[in-house]
Nanobody
């Protein structure tokens, strides 16, 4: 089993910045992907940014403002969010795809979510 602990959400004014963190712990052999999703009230869950062996990708709505990065030694993924807008308000969830032994099946794990509110 893998546990994900997220932190860094909060209330910020438009134009401000926040940095989200997601630390993965437990039985981890290798991580295939670390991703951030978000879900705003009344809307479907949206993939915001991903970090895989193929590189990083971003939703068009956050390109140039958000940066995903990973600390492999700590099994931690970060989401630096700059120039925040009210429409970025959502619950942000960390998602990790990992296995617990060489050649093992990769499982999907989710964090509990952290609220980001952008408002003046």
């Amino acid at each position: 089993q893998v546990q994900l602990v997220e932190s860094g959400g909060g209330l910020v004014q438009p134009g401000g910045s926040l940095r989200l963190s997601c630390a993965a712990s437990g039985s981890i052999f290798s991580i295939y992907a670390m991703r951030w999703y978000r879900q705003a009230p009344g809307k479907e869950r949206e993939l915001v940014a991903s970090d895989t062996s193929d590189g990083t990708n971003y939703a068009d709505s956050v390109k140039g403002r958000f940066t995903i990065s990973r600390d492999g030694a700590k099994n931690t993924v970060y989401l630096q969010m700059n120039s925040l807008k009210p429409e970025d308000t959502a619950v942000y969830h960390c998602n990790v795809i990992a296995n617990d032994y060489s050649g093992g099946y990769y499982y999907n794990y989710w964090g509990q979510g952290t609220q980001v509110t952008v408002s003046s």
